[in-house]
């Protein structure tokens, strides 16, 4: 319904090409440290994810076995919006040391575009940072896809901090035009962040999705955190890439191995 607001934390997640058989169901799970609160909404899908994912893979009353660290995005926003990523890496890398003192044996950043200093927090931990864009890319190839269209923010989407690193597993990534790429992200961060969902916005990013597809897009990655709360496997005329649900798959496969 336009305008209505709705954090919807089930059966979207999935994609056809995840099993709970590819994760390991060994009994022992190191902690996990999650860095959340880019945004609130983002953080919540991740968790519920989690949940549904140890759920399945382990039963009873299982669940993982985790720490989550929710920062106030609003400074965070701020930085972004003025070019100020010192002050993020800083903040995010202060962070994830925390965590692992806390107890994290493996950490990850719940959301896409934060991966812009991902080198910066992995210089101050000592142990594993499972990155968003490396998981991607690995069910991507799995898939036997080659030139996903990316769908995120203008920083995702723009900068080689994730293309690079698409480009790095052999892939060829094609983003919307300049205009279409101004417009998802403002509602990503006007709508989506917020939990608001609106019926225009589904059609703008479905829209953008077929474009992808005429430009030669053989599939296409959920290439922000929130993203899956407009687009599916349903109403996109390209294969599905849902980047929470595949990050969340790697987080306990990481957490789960050994």
């Not at 690995?138 to 995120?152: Q, Y």
Request: glycine share 8%.
């Amino acid at each position: 319904m336009a305008g209505s607001t709705a954090i919807r934390c089930g059966a979207f997640f999935m994609s056809d090409f995840m099993s709970v058989d590819s994760i390991s169901t060994k009994a022992h799970s190191k902690r996990i440290g999650l860095l959340g609160g880019m945004s609130a909404t983002s953080s919540q899908l991740y968790y519920a994810e989690l949940c549904r994912l140890t759920q399945r893979a382990r039963g009873g009353f299982c669940s993982p076995d985790l720490i989550l660290r929710s920062l106030d995005f609003e400074p965070l926003e701020a930085w972004m919006t003025s070019g100020n990523w010192d002050a993020i890496a800083e903040t995010l890398s202060r962070e994830a040391s925390q965590l692992q003192a806390a107890g994290a044996e493996v950490i990850a950043l719940s959301t896409n575009t934060m991966h812009n200093v991902a080198a910066e927090i992995e210089a101050v931990i000592s142990v594993p940072l499972i990155h968003i864009a490396d998981a991607t890319a690995s069910a991507l190839k799995a898939a036997g896809r080659k030139t996903p269209g990316l769908i995120g923010t203008q920083f995702t989407m723009e900068q080689a901090f994730y293309l690079d690193r698409l480009r790095a597993h052999g892939l060829d990534p094609l983003v919307p035009g300049g205009s279409s790429r101004s417009v998802i992200n403002n509602i990503i961060f006007e709508e989506l962040c917020k939990g608001i969902v609106q019926e225009d916005s589904t059609d703008t990013f479905i829209k953008a999705a077929t474009e992808l597809a005429f430009d030669g897009a053989d599939s296409v990655i959920l290439g922000c955190t929130e993203v899956g709360m407009l687009l599916n496997e349903h109403n996109t005329p390209l294969p599905v890439f849902d980047t929470t649900a595949i990050h969340c798959e790697a987080i306990l496969n990481a957490a789960w191995d050994g």
